[in-house]
């Protein structure tokens, strides 16, 4: 079969992924929409209507049977502040570049790392962005 399973979606109207309660009703709809009766005075348009038919239910029994997937939605955008991937950590972003030693704090302004030395009060600002009123 050439059609993939999870165009049956597109073949009954419905959104992928549906309850299977609108689903059904969809299906019954173009049953009704589609019953011979309808066009037993044309028979070109009776035996279009078969084939729709014949689509139908084909594509309802594949949503039925759990043989029409829900395509996955596309991925989101790369976004500047979205955590993303996991990147290594940069050892050097974890010490302060003035003494080497472990960062405790980062600067709330620049995010520079602090050692304890660098910023004794633990106050999150590096000497640039230190408010003078603090000390
Ligand atoms: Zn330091
Ligand atoms: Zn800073």
Known sequence: MSRQSRDAWAVLGVPPGSPADMVRAQYLRLVRLNHPDRYSGN???QARHE???????????????GRATVPAPPPPPPHRNA??????????ELQCRAHGRWAVVFCTVCGTPLCSRCDESLSGYCPAHRPKSAF
Do not use: H, N
Not at 51 to 65: F, G
Not at 83 to 92: A, K, N, T
């Open 83 to 92: 955590p993303g991937p996991r990147r290594p950590v940069d050892i050097r």
């Open 43 to 45: 028979p070109v348009e």
């Open 51 to 65: 084939e729709v038919m014949k689509e139908v239910t084909w594509a309802y029994q594949e949503i039925v049977q």
